[in-house]
T-cell receptor
Framework: DTAVSQTPKYLVTQMGNDKSIKCEQN?????MYWYKQDSKKFLKIMFS???????INETVPNRFSPKSPDKAHLNLHINSLELGDSAVYFC?????????????FGPGTRLTVL | DQQVKQNSPSLSVQEGRISILNCDYT??????FLWYKKYPAEGPTFLIS?????DKNEDGRFTVFLNKSAKHLSLHIVPSQPGDSAVYFC??????????????FGKGTLLTVNP
């Protein structure tokens, strides 16, 4: 039974399109995250929500808009896709966001922008 | 600006021997460190962590050592098993100063354990 799931697993699209990636967790956690792993392999935090409230918003273009309809879901919508948006996007969740909390990651969504 | 550095992109060891993965950091505000393991086509999974008030934490075959003065930590796997073959990410977090505990990751080290 998958703990953190993402859809789709792969996404290939043209520049300029708008796309969404969905994330769901069934762990009962109250905090969810989006990370981006680019071609240089760094995993970088993009956003985090705690109880549907935005708590981390890193320097990300405003073409990226997260939406948390409830504590179990955090979706990522990307407008006007650019070549540089090609990356693997990971969703994660945790119970709370204190220092020692363990984050559970989804399997990732590989986005390719042509 | 790489605040967490894993300078070895890959490491190959024989089954049964020790694997040592290294990580350096530059931000002196970091006070909690984690190691994550990632298999292909899966997300990272938490492996072991250490607080800056300790210099060693052990969990079965996995031990993490922290040298704060050198801003260096290492993960030891003894004995290494073929199932340990994966990418290992070092991550760090700063708990004070309202930094909201975000994790800063290194680029990862690909460990291959040969039978």
């Amino acid at each position: 039974d998958t703990a953190v799931s993402q859809t789709p697993k792969y996404l290939v699209t043209q520049m300029g399109n708008d796309k969404s990636i969905k994330c769901e967790q069934n762990l009962g956690h109250d905090t969810m995250y989006w990370y981006k792993q680019d071609s240089k392999k760094f995993l970088k935090i993009m956003f985090s929500y705690n109880n549907k409230e935005l708590i981390i918003n890193e320097t990300v273009p405003n073409r990226f808009s997260p939406k948390s309809p409830d504590k179990a879901h955090l979706n990522l919508h990307i407008n006007s896709l650019e070549l540089g948006d090609s990356a693997v996007y990971f969703c994660a969740s945790s119970q709370g966001f204190r220092l020692a909390v363990e984050q559970f990651f989804g399997p990732g969504t590989r986005l390719t922008v042509l | 600006d790489q605040q967490v550095k894993q300078n070895s992109p890959s490491l190959s060891v024989q089954e049964g021997r020790i694997s040592i993965l290294n990580c350096d950091y530059t931000n002196s505000m970091f006070d909690y460190f984690l190691w994550y393991k990632k298999y292909p086509a899966e997300g990272p999974t938490f492996l072991i962590s250490i607080s800056s008030i300790k210099d060693k934490n052990e969990d079965g075959r996995f031990t993490v050592f922290l040298n704060k003065s050198a801003k260096h930590l290492s993960l030891h796997i003894v004995p290494s098993q073929p199932g340990d073959s994966a990418v290992y990410f070092c991550a760090a977090s700063a708990g004070s100063g309202g930094s909201n505990y975000k994790l800063t990751f290194g680029k990862g080290t690909l460990l291959t354990v040969n039978p």
